[in-house]
Structures are given as C-alpha cells and as structure tokens.
C-alpha cells in the first residue's frame, strides 16, 4: 500500500512539528478518563469537576447534588491545576527536556531564586474574560469540551456531538477572525 502524497503533504503543513506530541497528550487524556470511569462510574468532564468542588463552600442545591462524589472531583480538579503548573515548571521552563516539546517557545522565561520559570504573554484582562466566556459556554452547552469531546463522543452521544461540532466551528471562526483583525497576545 502506497501512501497518497497529497494526504502525507497536508498532514506536513497542518503539524509541522509532527503528530507525536498529540499522540502522546491525547492517549494520556484517554487514560485517565477511562481510570476515572472504570473507578467511579462516572464520565469525566471538567466543568462537573468544578461544580462539585463549590459543593464545599456553597449551600444552593444544584452544587449539593455532587456531595457524595466531591473528593475525587477535587483531587481532579486539582491535579488540572497542579499538573499545569508542573508542566510550566518542567518542560516548558525548559528544566526538563523532550523531543515532544520545543521549551520557551510560546510566553516569556524568568528567573526566580535560581529557578527557570514560565510566564504567558498574554494579557490578564484577556485570561479573565476568557474564562469567563468558558464557563458561560460550559453552562450553556451543559458540559466542557473535556466531557463532550472525550467521553461523550466516545459514547455516541448525540448531544456531545453536536457540541463538539458547535465548539470547533465557533473556535475556528473565532481564530480566522481574530488574524484577520491582527489581534496578538
């Protein structure tokens, strides 16, 4: 069998630096959802994970529902947050290296107490109103790309997707216009 050099060709131009590194995150991302399913019997998805931790702190009754499952939703939601900042702190800083991952490419490398750290170029206002965009659109599409995209699709669940579609659709044309205006970081 003969490999179609036009397919090859634009795998090229849409990963120039190769598939390996979207291989490697995406089956760790598959790992871990089927650890926590095969644990828990509940599909994993980012935006649950964060309505169980509110559980702690408040008393409105669509948090309370996820009271008898809050603690290994909290650990998730913390090993998100941890395994970022490890990531920005090892490989991205630059401390550990890997042909996965090309340090310091993207932000900004400093140095604090003898440790190379990672900082985003992108503004702070822009990461607030990005995430608050996310969690209006978590609410509204009644899940997080983590839920649908992985579990849901996974399933077959119509739902997810048509959520998976609308997500990448607004993402794409977002994209496109923001270069089209110039926009940076």
Not at 56 to 73: A, E, H, I, L, M
Not at 97 to 121: F, I
Not at 151 to 173: E, H, M, P, Q, Y
């Amino acid at each position: 069998m003969v490999a179609d050099p036009v397919a090859l060709q634009a795998a090229a131009d849409l990963f120039p630096n190769g598939v390996s590194r979207y291989a490697v995150g995406g089956l760790l991302v598959g790992l871990g959802t089927v650890v926590i399913y095969v644990g828990t019997g509940i599909p994993a998805g980012a935006s649950t994970f964060l309505e169980s931790t509110l559980s702690y702190v408040s008393g409105q009754s669509r948090f309370q529902q996820y009271v008898g499952s809050r603690d290994w939703r909290l650990v998730f939601t913390a090993g998100i947050v941890l395994g970022g900042l490890a990531f920005a702190a090892t490989v991205q800083s630059g401390v550990v290296t890997s042909s996965l991952y090309e340090p310091g490419t993207t932000g900004q490398l400093y140095e604090v107490a003898g440790v190379t750290l990672w900082s985003t170029a992108v503004q702070p206002w822009r990461l607030f109103l990005g995430g608050i965009l996310v969690g209006v659109g978590t609410r509204i599409g009644k899940g997080c790309t983590s839920g649908h995209g992985v579990c849901g699709v996974g399933s077959a669940s119509k739902t997810s997707l048509v959520g998976v579609v609308t997500f990448l659709t607004v993402a794409i044309g977002t994209a496109q216009i923001v270069a089209a205006l110039g926009v940076s970081p």
